[in-house]
T-cell receptor, first 114, second 114 residues
Framework: DSGVTQTPKHLITATGQRVTLRCSPRSGDLSVYWYQQSLDQGLQFLIHYYNGEERAKGNILERFSAQQFPDLHSELNLSSLELGDSALYFC?????????????FGEGSWLTVV | QKEVEQDPGPLSVPEGAIVSLNCTYSNSAFQYFMWYRQYSRKGPELLMYTYSSGNKEDGRFTAQVDKSSKYISLFIRDSQPSDSATYLCAMSDLTQGGSEKLVFGKGTKLTVNP
């Protein structure tokens, strides 16, 4: 158990809908990352938050947004969902968000868009 | 050319074999190199973390980094059926905002047969 908690574990939704994925980082970690894992693209970095502020963006679609709250939990919002958004979404956390700090991954939220 | 290339396998070996996994990369800015292990439908788990070139050993696992060749390897000695998983190489550099961003290979699926 990495200590990173993600909910829900699985969800199925229809195209055009909106979903919210939730993440609680490890106790004491200030950084939260979101990654998307699909069969064809592998693990792709989406976005990084540190202590409530956005630090870096990867290949995150404009239909996707994220935030980190004062209690350090984070949410990833996915809207106008398309079939191609079906993937495993991972949240990860680290103490500081700089190299040298181990990044711990949660178990993932499996999204299926039908 | 992809930033990180990893042979997807699959790789099947008998128990007790020495396993060699490797990745090549194109971005000379990468300074931190990691190997993650991912069991089916689980989150990636950090196995080895190396900074710059050199070797690092941890039990049955040895990680090697050759920055001049842009090549990293993971060796598993005396492989066990419990080592059956997908192994992902990952590398990081700093984004412009000082954030660590991991770039992953697509993973090699390893099966160790009893």
């Amino acid at each position: 158990d990495s200590g990173v908690t993600q909910t829900p574990k699985h969800l199925i939704t229809a195209t055009g809908q909106r979903v919210t994925l939730r993440c609680s980082p490890r106790s004491g970690d200030l950084s939260v990352y979101w990654y998307q894992q699909s069969l064809d693209q592998g693990l792709q970095f989406l976005i990084h938050y540190y202590n409530g502020e956005e630090r870096a963006k990867g290949n995150i679609l404009e239909r996707f947004s994220a935030q980190q709250f004062p209690d350090l939990h984070s949410e990833l919002n996915l809207s106008s969902l398309e079939l191609g958004d079906s993937a495993l979404y991972f949240c990860a956390s680290s103490a500081q968000g700089t190299p040298g700090n181990t990044i711990y991954f949660g178990e993932g939220s499996w999204l299926t868009v039908v | 050319q992809k930033e990180v290339e990893q042979d997807p396998g699959p790789l099947s070996v008998p128990e007790g074999a020495i396993v060699s996994l490797n990745c090549t990369y194109s971005n000379s800015a990468f300074q931190y190199f990691m190997w993650y292990r991912q069991y089916s439908r689980k989150g990636p788990e950090l196995l080895m973390y190396t900074y710059s070139s050199g070797n690092k050993e941890d039990g049955r696992f040895t990680a090697q980094v050759d920055k001049s060749s842009k090549y990293i390897s993971l060796f598993i000695r005396d492989s066990q059926p419990s080592d059956s998983a997908t192994y992902l190489c990952a590398m990081s550099d700093l984004t412009q905002g000082g954030s660590e961003k991991l770039v992953f290979g697509k993973g090699t699926k390893l099966t160790v047969n009893p």
